[in-house]
């Protein structure tokens, strides 16, 4: 019994060891996946905004290069302006100029935002492949976990067999030392009544003799 008992408590503590592991497990698998979406989504929105500062800069830069046009066109209309046309041409000029600058900064932020999403989805599959080896050490773990508690409970019940048959030899030795008390005071009934009987016939045959 007491092996019985020292065995049922090793596959508890055991069953318990298994599942804390997992949880931790799990725990770590959660929190990459959690970290991996924030990441990926903060990285969507950066693409987002360096998309429109792209698409603002293309329109600026179409805007300035009417400028520019508009100002050709006025200079060649009106000498008069001509100074002023120069002025407004280079301004567009130097405008377009530097919206060229964002359109190239925007494109590199977006190529950066391209990288991050990547990396956040790396990220992603690597915690999906953590979760399915977790899965499946879990499932590894229930098995086990079954396993052990067959064999407790064949354990459990092979105990309880035994210890019925325990009851029972001691019940039937109870019995049989009964018996034996019984057996033997019969003999001592028995023999006093014979030596009883003989005391009896002695004075007879002393009188007969």
């Known amino acids: 019994m007491k092996m019985f008992f020292s065995f049922v408590f090793v596959l508890t503590f055991s069953c318990g060891v298994f599942a804390e592991r997992d949880q931790n497990l799990q725990f770590e698998v959660e929190e990459a996946v959690v970290d991996a979406d924030a990441a990926q989504t903060a990285a969507k929105e950066e693409k987002q905004r360096a998309k429109e500062e792209k698409q603002r800069a293309r329109e600026f830069k179409t805007e300035s290069e009417q400028a520019i046009a508009k100002a050709k066109a006025l200079s060649e209309k009106a000498s008069k302006s001509q100074i002023q046309s120069e002025k407004e041409v280079r301004k567009s000029q130097a405008q377009s ?76 030795a109870v019995k049989a030392k009964e018996r034996e008390k019984m057996a033997a005071a019969n003999l001592r009934k028995v023999r006093a009544q014979s030596q009883q009987r003989v005391r009896k016939a002695q004075p007879r045959r002393e009188a007969t003799d």
């Open 97 to 172: 100029e530097r919206y060229s600058r964002q359109i190239k900064d925007a494109e590199a932020r977006q190529a950066k935002a391209q990288k991050q999403i990547q990396l956040a989805q790396e990220r992603i599959d690597q915690a999906h492949a953590k979760q399915a080896a977790l899965l499946q050490r879990k499932k590894q773990s229930d098995e086990n976990a079954r396993k052990l508690n067959e064999q407790a409970i064949l354990l459990k019940r092979k105990a309880k067999q035994s210890e019925a048959s325990a009851q029972r030899a001691q019940l039937a």
